[in-house]
């Protein structure tokens, strides 16, 4: 389980690293990835006093079946990075799908 504060947005450093994880090519999975990890009534999510909690093996499985195997590795390589799972959910973002163009903050 990890566990993330439920007010948090994604900062410079964590666009950075979501556009080395999620390339130009695979970015339709960080799509699946941020509907997974935005969905409420999910079982592998929960929220108790302000912190949002959630169970990265039942994610990748849930990843891996949406999406790809390779979906569930890209989960684990953000943890990894220390990108807040939680922030990544409620961060409205600008999500290129080709180009060079890095993934940004939606205003």
């Known amino acids: 389980m990890n566990t993330y504060p439920a007010n948090e947005l994604l900062k410079e450093h964590d666009l950075i690293a979501l556009s080395r ?3 130009p090519a695979s970015r339709g ?3 699946i990835v941020k509907n997974l990890l935005t969905d409420h009534r999910a079982n592998f999510r ?4 302000g912190m949002v909690s959630f169970d990265i093996d039942a994610l990748v499985r849930e990843a891996s079946l949406k999406g790809s195997y390779k979906t569930g590795e890209r989960i684990i390589e953000l943890v990894s990075a220390g990108l807040n799972l939680q922030a990544l959910a409620k961060t ?3 999500i290129p799908m080709v180009g060079k163009e890095p993934i940004s903050i939606r205003l």
């Open 21 to 23: 994880v999620f390339p």
């Open 46 to 49: 929960s929220y108790e006093n």
């Open 29 to 31: 999975q960080l799509i």
């Open 92 to 94: 409205p973002l600008r």
